[in-house]
């Protein structure tokens, strides 16, 4: 069982930055594939980036690539989201996730924070 809380959102003007970090409970998070996910109002939630195990491996959805940055700590059990260039799009309740496999490609995470709200202003 993995525990995964997340933090860092909060407003900001489009153009600035925030960093979101998810803190992940547990011996075994070096092992697990990690994944952010942002959920819009009245919108479905949608793939932002993922990590693999060593954080080797990354990707993103084409509507980040080049202003975020996943990466991973894994002496301290957190991912980070790095989010530059934010635009009004961006605003979303964002999520981390967890896949017991060390790369993965897929949708179907095994375990989900509670969410961080990030709003951007115009």
């Known amino acids: 069982q993995v525990q995964l809380v997340e933090s860092g959102g909060g407003l900001v003007q489009a153009g600035g930055s925030l960093r979101l970090s998810c803190a992940a409970s547990g011996r075994t998070f070096s092992s697990y594939a990690m994944g952010w996910f942002r959920q819009a109002p009245g919108k479905e939630r949608e793939f932002v980036a993922r990590?693999?195990?060593?954080?080797?491996?990354?990707y993103y959805a084409d509507s980040v690539k080049g202003r975020f940055t996943i990466s991973r700590d894994n002496a301290k059990n957190t991912v980070y989201l790095q989010m530059n260039s934010l635009k009004p799009e961006d605003t979303a309740v964002y999520y981390c996730a967890a896949k017991e496999k060390r790369y993965y490609q897929g949708l179907d995470y095994d375990y989900w924070g509670q969410g961080t709200q990030v709003t951007v202003s115009s």
């Open positions: 990590i693999s195990w060593s954080g080797g491996s990354t």
